[in-house]
């Protein structure tokens, strides 16, 4: 199983990134891919996510309206298009596979699957 992010880097406040994770190695219509990401000294937290099966969605409160998430099934990559961005969207940010559904709890199971993250960082 691999989860390949890529996408991350230095933007200013109010600008865009787009973040990618590329999948390989489970079915992937059969788990959902969330985004999470984890600032220094703070603890992890989820982000986005989207389940493969039906594209249902879900947004932490702090990036609705800012963020996008969105599937290829085809190419097995999911997108994180983020918008307006603020200094406190600064992290790193990982992309995860649980099975089926998208819920927060799951991600920090054992099952979960888990690639290496990518820097996001944003200038005021």
């Known amino acids: 199983v691999q989860l390949q992010a890529s996408g991350g880097g230095l933007v200013q406040a109010g600008g865009s990134l787009r973040l990618s994770c590329a999948a390989s190695?489970?079915?992937?219509?059969?788990?959902?891919i969330g985004w999470l990401r984890q600032a220094p000294g703070k603890v992890r937290e989820g982000v986005s996510c989207i389940k493969s099966s039906d594209w249902t969605t879900m947004y932490a409160d702090s990036v609705k309206g800012r963020f996008t998430i969105s599937s290829d099934n085809a190419k097995k990559t999911v997108f994180l298009q983020m918008n307006s961005v603020k200094p406190e969207d600064t992290a790193v940010y990982y992309c995860a596979a649980v099975s089926r559904h998208c819920e927060w709890g799951k991600f920090f199971y054992a099952t979960a699957y888990w690639g290496k993250g990518t820097q996001v960082t944003v200038s005021s």
């Open positions: 190695g489970f079915i992937f219509d059969d788990y959902a």
